[in-house]
């Protein structure tokens, strides 16, 4: 079979999609073919290649020419230009530099490129061909764990090559995987944590529309590891392309026999499911998580016992997000101190942001933990966009505030612990002057009152309190002694809220305090007094109506 | 094994199961609770119950957090009680603030909380929505502005009586308690045993009143009231008048009822009595039916004298509704008696009469007012009361409990027997059956210590015992040898475990009692807050106690008993009892009261 | 396809629960659980009716009141926030004259706020039915709202 000389990759993500990526790419395919040109040109469907500015981008490999901000009329002007008459339309070249995910880059501007681990395959393989993965080493890892590993030595690989969590807790995945593989008993689940509901995250989606079938070696190789003979993805339910793609990419995979009944004839057995949620924060949570694939409420269950204990049908069961899934592959297959030397001494590996706010390029980057902020603005996302910077909220919404005396912290859990922070789950929100901090922390105490599950009373009510002082001080009629109150309620739901969604609000009012206490002071009319609770309101109501 | 642990720096031993609450209460420590009920999965949610733990990242809940070797528990930390204090202060915040007008006024244990944490300020004004009062179904009220959410009542109504009525809806700031799919409590599978309106911390659920309804009775002076008693009242009514539980005050009752200036103190155990040779009798001929003359009947035969269990089969089970007695519960047989044979004795005009019950149950108010149950040509039963507002009209009457001496109900239809006694108890109805069913067939007294069947007492949720009939009198001979087998359910959960058997076929019983409400009825849903498991295993010892001093144990040998046969029932199963004393039961649908019946409620 | 249908479908499983009422909402022409059904597929699952209003209600994807053949729903979370997502509801508002929670009277719109709908690169954004729009202006919400009504008369003509 001939082999094209050219390929144009347009990346179709959730995105995109929404410009209008789908009619370009298959607008090329219908010029190529018009032209006459489909068996040395072929057109593929990408993930995504990071910047999501540039409207819809196309890229022609090996030419190394990235267009952007295509629309189907302007890809009739560039099959005829650049494969007809083969000179690149300069017209729509995307300006400046391109990120074509190359990994041979050596441009500092483009190290981002270099050394991928979790990415390496997005934008550049089509992730509905499994063909295309496994030429790209894909599941390499698990032939080898199955061929040449005992179970208790890939936990072991694991746990060496210090992975933590990616999902925002940080908890070290090797250890976790332990205590799992540790229980007796032949029933046991291993569960992808797709759930990816903190607002400004979105790097689970475009790894599992880039590269569906990372995550589901990740899976398996989990699954051989604590010995487990069932995996399920619990995935949002907003995420439509990535349930298509994994969906498409889990019957591939049981096509060739690297799902299903005797794996590679090693006798292992794994199989995977998906189960599709139906919009509640909280169920990110994973006993919540659990809850909610048993079909009930998603509430966070009492700790002890713990999933890896009693989850999933009170079976031993491991929860992993998508993202630290889809690193294991790479750690098995090139050994923990391969994956070691990729990152800094307290974080090993890489991390993906999804940069949104006030930059120029918001998107997907994949980094070591060295990276400071002010790196990712000036270098990964292009600068400001408008303004200069006033603060960055890091890790979503549950995440803490950081003011510009942070810039220059390296962005790993150690050095951000050092300073008070923590990283959380990989959303890095920069905003400039004109957000006010009041605002903005409103916006975010609205948001969890919304998703607070509604169980604990701390969470409930104090939510709402936060909500309510919170609105109050964005539109300067605090109350004297609102804000002693909003610390106070804040402090205690770090401590009593049931679980991690109560307690984690602490972290922005925390944080905007510390930098940014004078603004929220000004939120205070210092002329009003608390009025006296009036709870006789009810009845005036009834003998009024 | 015992665990060594640390709690306010005293150093306490534990079994391993305990809690931190269990400990700290070994410690002589009180540590505040609100969600947390004993015998019940805690949900762990209400945060009142916070402590520090040294080296836990977080406050523990005490009520579901269990020791551990060499744990250091700080109960009343600067943490702990600033937690403890705000947990309460939100709730505070969003429950109305008419305590002085609230039914729980005075016994709210959101009061207590407030005042046991030194909460002297709501800093966070009243924003509730004013929801209107639920009062759809003829024994329970619910008042959803006042629901603080501890879902106590969830848990009383999905786990312990397997109904799940009551569910929580939305989430957030939003969850509410919400009944079936609509939004009043008639329009669900609802069984009125009103366990919720008993667990209940504040007034968010409580009992219909019937207090003043009862009170134009008595104030009306051409009417002739009566009051029956349920056997369970005497072991409790002493609990609103800050007696131990466990306390009997039947003497003390008997005199209340006639100072709040009933003109009749009767008793329910009359008719409890008579429901054991009704359905002892029909046991009996249903038992003939099947062993002697071959026809097909149901059986086993399940016990008919909890309305709440009875609302459960019409909903659940509705295909072994023929194997419910048909005798009706001893409150609605005095009822049909009241307004006849007593009418008749006591030449009152019937329509003058006015029954007034008194019963631990909630669901009685519910029975009282089924079209089925006008036998005597009137509603048998015009009013029912629980324990708990007769309490509060003896409290209203200014009436000293304390100081009452005690006095006696009168004749003919307040003679009872011991065996009614125990129809209080879990088991009791059996026990009762039993005694005077093995002296009809054998001829002899039930040759068991002090007439009690002791596998069927206590607080196991199923229970069963066997008992073979031997040396029969002639009537009885086609029993001899039979070994009869008896089982006991209480809680509607456990009853569902024996008629899941039953329906399976997989069950070998002749005669099975259920309660609906755990421990029987003196652990009802009208009975005094709060009832744990110890509290109704005092009950049920006081029952006992009384069973066991009475001159007369076996219901047939109520003089009252024989007379009223021989003077106005004839025989046991008889034309007049037919049409009185016993009834029959249909599949009711998926809702209380149909859903057209519903739009008038106030 | 009828309630009993899409549960043989998924099997008659707790565990399957979600993935039923979103077929069965789906498959509702006003994209709502009615109560009726509720009790069918509480009879069939033999799950009590209240712990399915319990479990629907938790989650912001099902509705228990009847809703606009289209459902609108506009993110409202920090990042789309600070990028004008409140902009885009006073256009949306403005538009459609409803509030959130509110279906136009000729029934084409629904208009619900959401948490987060995973595509923060591309903020403001709000999804209509199963498509994601982002990069929202005043502007491009009043064209895409002519178009789907566009659509919709369209596809009214070619019936007749």
Known sequence: MAQPRTVVMVPVDADTVTIGARAVKNRFAEAIGRRGLAAEVSVLEVGSFGPSDAGVIAAVQPDGIVYGGLSPERVDRIVEEHFVKGRPCREWLLAGEHPLPDPRATDSRHTQYAGRIVLDNCGRINPENIDEYIANDGYFAFAKALSEMRPDAVVEQVKKSGLRGRGGAGFPTGIKWGFCAAETGPEKYVICNADEGEPGTFKDRLIMEGDPHKVIEGMALCGYAIGANQGYIYIRGEYKLSIERLRQAITAARAYGLLGKNILDSGFDFDIDIKIGAGAYVCGEETALIESMEGKRGLPRLKPPFPAQQGFRNKPTNVNNVETLANIPAIVYRGADWFRRAGTESMPGTKVYTILGHVRRPGLIEVSGGVTLRDIIDDYAGGMQSGSFKMAQLGGTAGDLLGEEMLDVPLNYDALEKVGHVLGSGAILIMNETIGVCDFLHACMRFFAHESCGNCNPCRNGLRWLSVITERLKSGTGYPGDIEIMEEIATVLKTAAFCPLGQSPAGPLNSALRYFRPEIEKGIDVTSARPKPDHTARALATFAG | MTIELTIDRQPVSVPEDATILDAAKAAGIIIPTLCHMPDIASPGSCRVCLVEVEGARTLQPACVTNVAPGMVVRTNSKQAREARRLSVELLLANHPWDCNACVRNGQCELQDLAQTMGVTDVRFPYAGEEVPLDTSTPALVRDMNKCILCRRCVGVCQDVQGVSTLAPRARGFETVVGAGVGDNLCEAVCVQCGQCSAICPVGAIYEKDAVEDVWAALDNPKKHVVVQTAPAIRAALGECFGLEPGTCVTGKMVTALRRLGFDKVFDTNFTADLTIIEEGHELLTRLKKALVDKQSVALPMFTSCSPGWINYMEFFFPDLIPNLSSCKSPQQMFGALAKTYYAQKAGVDPADIVVVSVMPCTAKKFEAERPEMQGSGYQDVDYVLTTRELGRMIQEAGIDFMALPDGEQDTPMGMSTGAADIFANTGGVMEAALRTVYEVVTGRELPTEKLHVTPIHGLEGVKEAALTFENCVPDWKFLEGVTAKVAVAHGLANAQRVCDKVAKGEADYHFIEVMCCPGGCIGGGGQPRLTTNEVRNARIKAIYAEDEGRPMRKSHTNPAIEEIYRDFLGEPLGETSHRLLHTHYEKKESSLTPADQVADTP | ?160
Not at chain 3, 32 to 42: I, P, T
């Open chain 3, 1 to 160: 396809m009828t309630v009993s249908r899409i549960v043989e479908k998924h099997g008659n499983n707790r565990e399957n629960l979600l993935q039923i009422m979103h077929d069965i909402q789906d498959a509702a022409t006003d994209r709502c659980l009615h109560r009726d059904v509720l009790d069918e597929l509480s009879d069939i699952m033999n799950i009590p009716v209240a712990d399915l209003v319990g479990t629907a209600t938790f989650y912001s994807m099902f509705s228990l009141t009847p809703r606009g053949r289209h459902i609108i729903r506009l993110c409202e979370s920090p990042p789309c926030y600070i990028l004008g997502s409140d902009n885009i509801l006073e256009a949306l508002r403005e538009r459609l004259d409803i509030g959130i929670g509110e279906t136009t009277p000729d029934g084409l719109f629904t208009l619900e706020h959401t948490s987060c709908l995973g595509a923060c690169g591309v903020a403001p954004v709000m999804s209509i039915d199963d498509e994601v729009y982002g990069n929202l202006t005043t502007g491009k919400v009043n064209a895409i709202i002519d178009q789907i009504v566009e659509n919709q008369i369209a596809a009214a003509r070619n019936r007749k």
